[in-house]
């Protein structure tokens, strides 16, 4: 129930390619889902965060989209450049309280 | 701009050995976090702090406590060291219920 599963573990993709990284829930009580992005050596940095009353959210490149029925929600890279190399966690909570339940994060490498 | 500072990155310990881990943030958070990250496992609560000397369990306290003296100063200590805990332990710190801020993480190895 409080798991968020993430898939694929590492994804590899062409420059300018559209990578999709998945994450489902199970607990209905979850309300904030925000993604971090990790380089080697940093720590994770806030990249982009939505809640469950819209079902797509875009900053820049980055688009999320959330499926309140199937309690699933994916991060696309748009246009992904080399730069977006990087190690992506999805997470859930419930707004209000202090908890965060965090994948086990994608590994992705966008080839130049 | 947001700094949370962890004291070390790298850190080599023997078994047995009490271990502090130090994170400092300057953003007068109230919360202050300790994950552990592990291949295959992401990020996995190990305690919180949501106010000076409060504290509770995240979801793999065992082995480990924490101190909170200071606002501005989260410590997790490793009492008794194990091979079993070496891995990258991360602290984060927020405001309220806004999203954590994280430090850039203790590589730490116990032989």
């Known amino acids: 129930q409080q798991q968020v599963k993430q898939s694929p573990q590492s994804l590899i993709v062409q420059k300018g390619g559209i990578p999709i990284i998945n994450c489902a829930y199970e607990?209905?009580?979850?309300?904030?889902f925000p993604w971090y992005q990790q380089f080697p050596g940093k720590g994770p940095a806030l990249l982009i965060a939505?809640?469950?009353?819209?079902s797509e959210k875009k900053e820049g490149r980055f688009t999320i989209s959330f499926n309140k029925s199937a309690k699933q929600f994916s991060l696309h890279i748009m246009d992904s450049q080399p730069g977006d190399s990087a190690t992506y966690f999805c997470?859930?909570?419930?707004?209000?309280?202090?908890?965060?339940?965090f994948g086990t994060g994608t590994r992705l490498k966008v080839l130049a | 701009d947001v700094k949370v500072t962890q004291s070390s990155r790298y850190l080599v310990k023997r078994t047995g050995e009490k271990v502090f881990l130090e994170c400092v943030q300057d953003?007068?958070?109230?919360?202050m976090f300790w994950y552990r990250q592990d291949p295959g496992l992401g990020l996995r609560l190990i305690y919180f702090?949501?106010?000076?000397?409060?504290?509770e369990k995240g979801d793999i306290p065992e082995g480990y406590s924490v101190s909170r003296e200071k606002k501005e100063r989260f410590s997790l200590i490793l009492e008794s060291a194990s091979t079993n805990q070496t891995s990258m332990y991360l602290c984060?710190?927020?405001?309220?219920?806004?999203?954590?801020?994280f430090g850039d993480g203790t590589r730490l190895s116990i032989l």
């Open positions: 953003m007068d958070h109230e919360n």
């Open positions: 607990n209905t009580a979850f309300d904030y």
């Open positions: 939505i809640r469950p009353d819209v």
């Open positions: 984060a710190s927020n405001e309220g219920f806004q999203p954590q801020h």
């Open positions: 997470a859930a909570s419930i707004w209000g309280t202090y908890k965060y339940i």
């Open positions: 702090s949501y106010d000076v000397k409060m504290k």
